[in-house]
C-alpha cells in the first residue's frame, strides 16, 4: 500500500536546534506535495507557533494539528478540538501552584499564566501571541464564562521535579488526563481523548485513508503513541532508547536532515 500521509512533530524532528527547518528537508517536502502526498504538522506548540514556520514550506491545504492533538486546523477552519475539564484544570494547578514549576495555559490561541518566569519568557520569545499573567482564578472565571477551557497544560522546571510532578498527576489522573514529556523539563497535560496519535486517527477518518498509508515522525514520548499506530513510525536519532523501540524505522537526528533522508529512503 502506497503511502498518502506524512505526519511530522515538529520540535526535534522537523525543526533543527534553531527552530527552522532545513534547506534540504524544504526541498523534499516541496516535492511530496507535488507529487499529492499529504505533509501534516503535528506539535505541541499552539497554532500561532507552527503557521509562521510551516507556512512557507507546507500547503496550507494540508491540516495543522496543534496543542499535542487538542486543536486542529484545516484551511482556515478549527475543524477538531478538545479541553481540559475545569474541575481538572482546577485540580491540576491546585497541585502545581506551591511547586518551584512554570506553569502555562494554552486555551485556542491564548495562552495564561498566574507569574511569570525566565522558562516562561524563553517561550514568549518562540511565541508571536503576548502571555496573559492573571490570577488562576480570573482566568477560571473567563473560561467558565466563554463555556471554554484550556486545551492544554505545560508544566516547565528542573527535570526531577517534572518527573515528580507527572508521577503525582498521574496518580491522581489516571483515566482523565493524558499526562506526557515532551522534552526532561516540559509535561504536557491534556483532555484524555486529546494526542497526537488521536489526532492521527482524526484526521486518518475524515479524510478516508487507512493507517497503512501514514508515516509518522517523532522523537519524544508525547510521540510514542503516534509513532506506534501509524503504518510506517519513524524514530529521530535524537530520541530517547524508548521511542526508538516503539518505531519500526531509525533516521538520523534533526540536525542531519533525519527527515528528508528517511522520506528519500521510503518514498524516493
Not at 499529492?36 to 500547503?59: C, D, Q, Y
Not at 485540580?91 to 516562561?120: C, G, N
Not at 506526557?180 to 496519535?197: H, T
Not at 519500526?248 to 529512503?265: F, M, P, S, W
Request: charged share 20%; no cysteine.
Amino acid at each position: 500500500m502506497a503511502f498518502k500521509a506524512v505526519f511530522i512533530d515538529m520540535d526535534g524532528t522537523l525543526l533543527r536546534s534553531d527552530h527552522t527547518i532545513s534547506p534540504t528537508t524544504q526541498e523534499v517536502l516541496r516535492d511530496l506535495q507535488q507529487r499529492g502526498i499529504w505533509v501534516v504538522p503535528v506539535s505541541a506548540r499552539p497554532l500561532h507557533g507552527i503557521l509562521p514556520i510551516t507556512g512557507p514550506v507546507i500547503s496550507e491545504s494540508n491540516p495543522v494539528v496543534s496543542l499535542n492533538g487538542s486543536y486542529i486546523y484545516h484551511q482556515g477552519q478549527i475543524i477538531h478540538q478538545v479541553i481540559i475539564n475545569l474541575d481538572h484544570a482546577r485540580s491540576v494547578h491546585e497541585e502545581i501552584r506551591d511547586q518551584e514549576a512554570s506553569v502555562m495555559y494554552y486555551s485556542q490561541m491564548d495562552w495564561f499564566a498566574t507569574q511569570d518566569s525566565p522558562l516562561i519568557r524563553k517561550e514568549q520569545r518562540i511565541t508571536p501571541v503576548p502571555i496573559r499573567i492573571e490570577p488562576f482564578d480570573q482566568i477560571l472565571d473567563q473560561w467558565r464564562s466563554q463555556d471554554n477551557g484550556p486545551n492544554k497544560i505545560m508544566v516547565g522546571g528542573d527535570p526531577d521535579l517534572v518527573s515528580s510532578i507527572e508521577a503525582r498527576l498521574i496518580s491522581l489522573h489516571r483515566g482523565t488526563l493524558n499526562i506526557y514529556k515532551s522534552q526532561p523539563r516540559f509535561l504536557e497535560i491534556m483532555n484524555r481523548q486529546a494526542s497526537k496519535k488521536s489526532a492521527l486517527e482524526f484526521l486518518l477518518n475524515r479524510f478516508g485513508l487507512d493507517r497503512k498509508e501514514a508515516i509518522a515522525f517523532g522523537d519524544n514520548y508525547n510521540d510514542q503513541e503516534m509513532i506506534a499506530y501509524a503504518g510506517l513510525g519513524v524514530a529521530m536519532g535524537n530520541a530517547p532508547e524508548a521511542i526508538k523501540q516503539s518505531a519500526a524505522y531509525i533516521t538520523d537526528t534533526n540536525n542531519e536532515d533525519g527527515v528528508a533522508k528517511a522520506l528519500r529512503h521510503f518514498l524516493g
